[in-house]
């Protein structure tokens, strides 16, 4: 069965020209006006990948992400019409996998949503055996990261980053690997790894991992356990 996609879009016309070109690719479709209504589809649906607009009314595109990320690992791409670096950090440090300025030509926006499809499937794939380092393990094949054996709460994004980093230990990544391996076909800016992995260090101190995450000044990050 096709992938199905929810675009959350309050304006009619442009929600239209995007469900019309997301069938043309295949793929099936639901709609939602403003944020209550993206969540009661959301939750009944459940789709594959969300489009979401961040300026809706009632409840914004970022609160919607908020209760999305706490809910599920579901694909974002957020669709924004403020093109400001920090709005696009914000949105990515809160779980979104990536996302399109607006004015957009629709096919880019396909193509956005085929790569993140594609990278969400990856995941599946890469069936290899857990990876684990120190304390903590991180099982491809399941999508999950675990501490101690209990679960890590990661965005996709997160996911792909620790996975990226585990599977060298040791070895120092630069900013730019990470964003290739987390974020491809992205307009992401470097930085946005650094919000990425900031919040996954928190996670990790949390766990009772702190010290596994290492900044490499002058280069980037690498994993590694103590001793």
């Known amino acids: 069965m096709s992938a199905l996609i929810l675009i959350v879009e309050d304006e009619p016309q442009l929600a239209e020209v995007l469900e019309a070109y997301a069938r043309q690719e295949g793929y099936r479709t639901e709609r939602a006006a403003d944020g209550n209504a993206a969540l009661s589809v959301y939750r009944a649906a459940s789709p594959d990948l969300i489009l979401l607009d961040v300026m809706l009314p009632g409840r914004s595109g970022l609160d919607v992400l908020k209760t999305v990320r706490a809910e599920s690992g579901t694909p974002v791409i957020l669709v924004t019409a403020r093109a400001e670096e920090t ?54 094949r399941a999508v999950v990261a675990r501490v101690h054996g209990e679960a890590l709460s990661l965005t996709p994004a997160e996911f792909r980053l620790l996975s990226q980093l585990a ?39 949390a766990a009772r991992a702190g010290g596994l995450l290492h900044t490499v000044r002058g280069v980037g990050y690498r994993l590694e356990a103590a001793g």
């Open 87 to 140: 709005d696009q950090i914000v949105g990515l440090e809160l779980g979104a996998d990536d996302y399109v300025v607006k004015p957009f030509r629709p096919r880019e926006v396909m193509a956005r949503v085929k790569a993140v499809l594609r990278r969400a499937t990856a995941l599946l794939d890469d069936a290899e055996r857990p990876l684990r380092v120190g304390p903590l393990e991180v099982d491809r």
């Open 167 to 205: 599977e060298a230990p040791g070895r120092a990544y630069t900013r730019e690997e990470l964003l290739a391996a987390a974020l491809p076909d992205s307009d992401a800016l470097e930085r946005v790894v650094d919000a990425h992995l900031a919040s996954v260090r928190r996670k990790l101190d």
